[in-house]
């Protein structure tokens, strides 16, 4: 494989990509996100695919413009999205502290679905490309939360950046009580899946 591009600033993609031992650069995409879906998993693949080929083009744009520096390789764009999911509400990134205080009451004692959607765009040397995209569903089980805990979690900060306001690998932690599918799904990328699809396409990505 030629080069891989994570177009994400999330630094938890960075580190479960880093965590299977795979070389990669970073290129986030810097463009407003459309939604022209309602259904969860079309959503975080519409996502996806919007930050994977926006960085896809940005590069193809730059090896043409600067050919005289690079010259065009194969590449592979990886790009991710993830949400929450809970009775119906799709929850991204709460607004603020209050929104993140909304979020995490719909989500104590209960059960949600963590979708991340995922989106490989490949670039072959010669200007052919192709895209797979699919998704990962993880079934998350909260604890009953009181308002108390809600208010001192929030005023953490941790809920701010991330879908459905909570880290999974972080202080929320202690009021998870089950998960039912892939972890590093809910933490934002689910790397089980990228080399599952990988090896469907015949694509070994991996150094060691
Ligand atoms: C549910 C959950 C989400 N998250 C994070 C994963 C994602 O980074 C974030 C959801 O936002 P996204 O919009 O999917 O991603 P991002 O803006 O962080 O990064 P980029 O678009 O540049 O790739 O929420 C956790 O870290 N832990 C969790 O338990």
Redesign the pocket.
């Known amino acids: 494989m030629g080069q891989i591009i994570l177009?994400?600033?999330?630094p938890?993609?960075k580190e479960l990509l880093e965590q299977i031992g795979i070389s990669f650069e970073i290129c986030?995409?810097k463009g407003e996100e459309r939604i022209t879906k309602s259904v969860p998993h079309e959503v975080v693949e519409e996502?996806a695919s919007q930050?994977a080929i926006e960085v896809a083009s940005m590069v193809r744009t730059y090896e043409e413009t600067h050919q005289e520096l690079v010259t065009p390789s194969d590449l592979m764009v990886i790009?991710?999205?993830?949400?929450?999911s809970c009775g119906g509400q799709i929850l991204?990134?709460p607004k603020d502290e209050r929104d993140a205080c909304r979020m995490l009451k719909l989500l104590s004692g209960g059960t949600h679905q963590?979708y991340?959607g995922v989106s490989i765009v490949l670039l072959d040397a010669s200007g052919k490309a192709g895209q797979v995209m699919f998704h990962e569903k993880t079934d998350?089980t909260m604890r009953a939360m009181s308002e108390e805990e809600i208010r001192r979690y929030v005023a953490t900060g941790e809920p701010m950046?991330?879908?459905?306001a909570?880290?999974?690998?972080?202080k929320?932690a202690i009021f998870v009580d089950k998960i039912d599918g892939d972890y590093n799904n809910?933490?934002?990328l689910p790397v089980a899946a990228i080399y599952r699809e990988l090896k469907k396409l015949g694509i070994d990505i991996y150094l060691w």
């Open positions: 177009a994400s600033a999330s938890r993609r986030p995409a996502l930050k790009g991710a999205d993830t949400i929450v991204g990134k963590v991340t998350v950046d991330k879908a459905g909570y880290g999974i690998q972080g929320c809910v933490v934002g």
